[in-house]
């Protein structure tokens, strides 16, 4: 990971001036937020502990704007701030583009959708004042109930390096730093890292094949840093301890220096997944549990607490020489490097950096992400070729939507669509089962259209629809009257139809962006051509490349 003269020679002299406590600070990245920073406010922590950066959730362009430029300005060295932004600005920014998942591109196959993904990522996050996104997942979506799922890009490892690396060089060749994640490679185990220490049940030879060939193009392609995870590769990891409950890569000196670092040729920084996570905190306490993470190789750690304690404990670490000075300039000097990259050496005006908030007032970035859908839809089933519907205007529409995040998700986008195009729309969430049951029968619809919408949530360790919202659907309303069409749509996973096998005509969306759902509702229609394949396999369903094709009515 190199950077230019200017940048070299500021690497060198800030790194000189700093104490042995400023440059422990500049190893951590603590949540952004008053209970991480407390007693002290989150300024006063920049300040006093000289921190690296941290993590910042999100909210409104001008909060976002104002909270990363009032840190920015407290601190000794400029801060890495980082973010989830798979998606787009729309992840953590009220105003930004929302994209679909990452699956999307997958269906698409387009490493030119990739790199605009990567090139909206960077742009309107960098408007707000984020610097590093944690993306994209070069993760393999190998089994069928793998939690992150559709946040994968699917399950050919080929295709996920050439599409990742794609959206890496969109996201870096615009000022931002991306993240190749969750090394050693997460969709194994249908366990969740949050909660325990998943496991990539792969061999050394096929990790060669698979998940470590994700990694070394991310690598080859130029990425300047790598997550590294709470999961444990039993198979390749001499320090994996008990397999029953093995200990995680990212405490692990062996797969993190030894495997990463020095066989794969990673020159870049190394961050840890969240170090609050069952799937690390279970093995050690805290702050040992920081310690041994650095001692593996990892130059930042995520998610800290207690930042002064943490400061306490490597300091004197130092002094009784279990860990060096000079292990801590290797890892603070690839630290700054990175800031260098990012180009946060360089001033900018503050004219310079309110301009960038423009970029909210008509983003180019709304039509990559409608491109992105329209591309992705994917038809799995349409035994009866429905597909265009064929209904005349004025006819009645039941659009029925099943999820157990009803707060965050209604579909009215979606069903919008269809009221603009001269339907009459009844929309239901969660409803009664055995009342949908006899208004289909009694024949009130001329179609209902059932959308699924589960997505994934960390903690839960749930992948299939799940709660009493499912007893929507057990009457099996979908089927009351044989004169009423039917028509299904999942707004997250193309392997729903494992759930519910009676699905036909089916549509896999990918995510629930309003790009996707405005999508959908032109495919059901024939207002665009289906061409989406579906990235990844489901025994006795659908294999990769999978996706019946349809022309535009």
């Avoid at 997460?186 to 061999?203: E, I």
């Avoid at 180009?343 to 992105?372: N, V």
Wanted: some cysteine; overall charge neutral.
């Amino acid at each position: 990971m190199k950077a230019d003269k200017d940048a070299e020679i500021w690497v060198k002299e800030t790194l000189k001036k700093l104490t042995l406590r400023e440059k422990i600070g500049q190893l951590l990245l603590p949540i952004l937020s008053a209970d991480s920073a407390n007693p002290l406010t989150v300024g006063e922590m920049v300040e006093k502990y000289n921190i690296a950066g941290g993590h910042y959730f999100g909210g409104n362009k001008e909060q976002s704007f104002i909270f990363t430029e009032a840190l920015q300005s407290k601190a000794n060295i400029p801060l890495l701030i980082t973010g989830d932004l798979d998606r787009g600005g729309g992840d953590r920014i009220k105003e930004g583009t929302l994209f679909q998942c990452q699956m999307a591109l997958g269906a698409a196959d387009s490493e030119d959708l990739a790199y605009r993904l990567g090139k909206a990522i960077a742009v309107e996050n960098l408007a707000v004042g984020y610097n590093w996104t944690f993306s994209p997942i070069v993760d393999i979506c190998a089994i069928r109930d793998h939690l992150r799922l559709i946040a994968s890009i699917g399950e050919d490892p080929k295709q996920i390096a050439r599409l990742t690396v794609a959206e890496i060089k969109g996201i870096q060749d615009h000022g931002m730093s991306a993240c190749a994640k969750h090394f050693p490679g997460d969709g194994y185990d249908d366990r969740d890292q949050h909660t325990t220490t998943s496991v990539n049940f792969l061999s050394e030879k096929e990790w060669w094949k698979k998940s470590g060939y994700t990694f070394q193009a991310a690598i080859d392609g130029g990425v300047w840093t790598i997550m590294n995870s709470c999961i444990a590769m039993p198979a390749m990891d001499k320090e994996c301890g008990d397999p029953k409950n093995p200990r995680p890569v990212c405490l692990s000196k062996y797969m993190t220096t030894g495997i990463l670092r020095n066989k794969m040729g990673f020159k870049g920084v190394i961050v840890t997944d969240a170090l609050n996570m069952g799937g690390a905190a279970m093995h050690e306490r805290r702050p040992e549990r920081y310690l041994q993470a650095f001692e593996a190789g990892n130059d930042l750690l995520l998610f800290v607490f207690h930042v002064g304690e943490i400061v306490d404990y490597f300091e004197k670490a130092a002094k009784d020489k279990r860990i060096t000075e000079a292990q801590i300039d290797v890892s603070v000097a690839r630290v700054l490097t990175l800031k260098a990259k990012i180009g946060l050496h360089k001033k900018m005006t503050g004219e310079e950096k309110e301009k960038r908030l423009d970029i909210f007032k008509a983003s180019p970035f709304k039509k990559d992400a409608i491109e992105l859908a329209e591309k992705s839809i994917t038809l799995i089933s349409d035994s009866k070729n429905i597909i265009p519907l064929k209904l005349k205007r004025g006819a009645k529409i039941a659009s029925v939507l099943i999820t157990n995040r009803e707060e965050e998700f209604n579909a009215s986008v979606f069903n919008k669509y269809f009221t603009k195009a001269g339907y009459e729309v009844i929309p239901f969430i969660n409803p009664d089962a055995e009342m949908m049951y006899d208004r289909v029968a009694n024949k009130e619809f001329d179609l209902v259209i059932t959308g699924l919408f589960f997505p994934i949530q960390w903690g839960w360790s749930a992948p299939r629809m799940h709660g009493p919202y499912v007893r929507s659907l057990m009457s099996g309303y979908y089927i009351a009257h044989p004169g009423v069409r039917s028509i299904f749509v999942s707004f997250d996973s193309p392997s729903r139809v494992f759930e519910i096998a009676a699905m036909d005509p089916f549509f896999a969306t990918y995510g629930a962006s309003p790009s996707a759902q405005e999508a959908v509702a032109k495919a059901i229609l024939g207002e665009i051509a289906v061409t989406g394949k579906v990235p990844i396999s489901l025994a006795g369903f659908f294999k990769i490349g999978d996706g019946i094709q349809k022309k535009k009515k």
